[in-house]
């Protein structure tokens, strides 16, 4: 049979769909349809009726060329797929060729991130005009024995002494301490020039998922009342996602904050049962990376992965192409 390919730009049209990756679920779509500046588009392929695959697509801003504002569609992975008569690869190559006529002329970049299967794809992905570089991810696996033992001394010292010195590690309730939460994570990220934060009703809207369909939860680290230091994490079948991190260490150096916010973050997913834990963006292979060395000392391993790429500008795109060859 022939797979069909199917385009929703708006949640209210998507019917009842098969899956259980939160990176491609109506749920998420749904989040990202509330953030202020993003655009999400979910493909899906269906062979006699039945879905067979699927693509969440997220569109957003990515800096402003006076008077034009350039933006990015990315995807986590490369998709979700069902059993049907076609390889997952098949499906793919359907969906990538359509994905790429579709926002090469919106979007300035497009980026395939955080990829399971490094190697998944690499064929339709060079054919429709895509350069891969080499990227890093890192995985903590959930056991109350290994944590421990695989934690570097000096961040057991540092969580020891902030909760001793009278920081408190909580779980966000209300839409008050989200909006909390978002001020300071937005005082954090300003200098980060490099790091894209979302507007404040992403985080609102994470919150207000239904209690049995949660997609994630916010942490937050105080002192003395004052919020000091937070975290957000998304969840999808066994596995969680730090998506967002910080603390107010300058203010606050001898609480570490930081450190706390993802400690609690940790430790709340391995009471809940999650058994894998990765920090979303381990950023590129450099020798020397700061918040890679940071995330490491919680005790997860390196792995070697890769994102593909495609730009708008066609010269610079087979430069590029070439280049990474």
């Not at 350039?70 to 979700?80: I, K, N, S």
């Not at 404040?200 to 207000?208: D, I, V």
């Not at 391995?270 to 920090?279: A, D, P, V």
């Not at 390196?302 to 994102?307: G, N």
Request: hydrophobic share 40%.
């Amino acid at each position: 049979m022939a797979i069909r390919l199917t385009t929703y730009e708006r949640s209210a049209d998507i019917p009842p769909l098969p899956g259980t990756t939160v990176f491609h679920s109506t749920e998420l779509f749904q989040v990202l349809e509330q953030t202020p500046g993003y655009r999400p588009v979910l493909l899906v392929a269906s062979e006699d009726g039945q879905v067979i695959g699927k693509l969440l697509c997220i569109t957003r801003p990515t800096f402003r060329l006076l008077p034009f504002v350039t933006t990015t569609t990315y995807l986590y992975g490369t998709g979700e797929y069902f059993p049907s008569s076609h390889r997952r690869e098949d499906i793919f190559s359907e969906l990538l060729a359509y994905f790429t006529r579709i926002f090469t002329e919106r979007s300035l970049l497009l980026e395939f991130r955080n990829l399971e299967e490094p190697l998944f794809g690499y064929r339709y992905f060079r054919q429709n005009g895509y350069f891969a570089v080499k990227w890093l991810r890192v995985e903590n696996t959930l056991r109350k024995e290994a944590l421990p033992q695989w934690m570097s001394n000096s961040r057991k010292r540092q969580i020891a002494q902030g909760l001793k010195r009278g920081a408190t590690m909580e779980v966000a309730d209300s839409e008050e301490e989200i909006h909390e939460f978002f001020g300071m994570l937005k005082k954090y990220y300003s200098p980060k020039i490099h790091r894209h934060l979302p507007e404040e009703g992403f985080f609102l809207a994470l919150q207000r998922q239904p209690q049995g369909k949660r997609l994630s939860r916010t942490f937050l680290v105080r002192y003395k009342g004052k919020l000091i230091g937070g975290s957000v994490c998304l969840f999808s079948g066994d596995k969680a996602y730090l998506l967002f991190s910080g603390g107010l260490r300058k203010s606050y150096p001898l609480h570490y904050p930081g450190v706390l916010a993802v400690w609690k973050a940790i430790s709340y997913c391995l009471e809940q049962g999650y058994g894998k834990f990765e920090f979303i963006n381990a950023g590129l292979p450099f020798h020397k990376y700061g918040y890679r060395d940071f995330i490491l000392r919680f005790g997860g391993r390196q792995l070697s992965s890769r994102r593909w790429f495609k730009i708008r500008w066609n010269w610079l795109n087979r430069l590029l192409v070439w280049l990474y060859l």
